[in-house]
């Protein structure tokens, strides 16, 4: 106990520097796939791709083969855009955030195999993935 009274600064240091290294694990349960295996889902099992982002960014470089549904659009047009919905389906905009509300509608659509591109489509150039340009 004198340990403690003595050294509380110490403790208090590796309490909040533990909860700093967990701090990603717990944020980012959930937040996507990441390049390698966002390849292995489209390639194995036929992921369908949809660039949740706006027309300037799906201009600028989308995955290939990718479909553009812009979020605000999303509701409305995922049913006719990807009519199976046993699919696995990709959800990919430039940094991740919008997919991450695109996941939210797919699911709410019955898309129960919707994921999200972790780090969106920067994280895809960072592991030097090719990128069309419209």
Not at 49 to 74: K, M, Q, S, T, Y
Not at 89 to 113: D, Q, S, W
Request: charged share 20%; hydrophobic share 50%.
């Amino acid at each position: 106990m004198d340990f403690i009274v003595n050294n509380w600064m110490l403790l208090a240091v590796a309490i909040a520097s533990g909860g700093l290294l967990m701090w990603p694990a717990v944020q980012g349960s959930g937040s996507g796939l990441g390049p390698t295996e966002a390849v292995m889902l489209i390639n194995r099992e036929k992921a369908v791709v949809v660039d949740v982002g706006d027309a300037a960014d799906f201009a600028a470089g989308h995955i290939g083969g990718a479909r553009h549904l812009p979020l605000a659009e999303l509701e409305q047009r995922l049913p006719e855009a990807v009519k199976n919905k046993q699919l696995p389906l990709l959800l990919v905009c430039p940094n991740g955030m919008r997919a991450k509300r695109a996941l939210a509608t797919a699911r709410k659509l019955g898309y129960e195999k919707a994921q999200v591109l972790a780090g969106g489509l920067r994280a895809w150039k960072d592991a030097n993935l090719p990128v069309e340009k419209a």
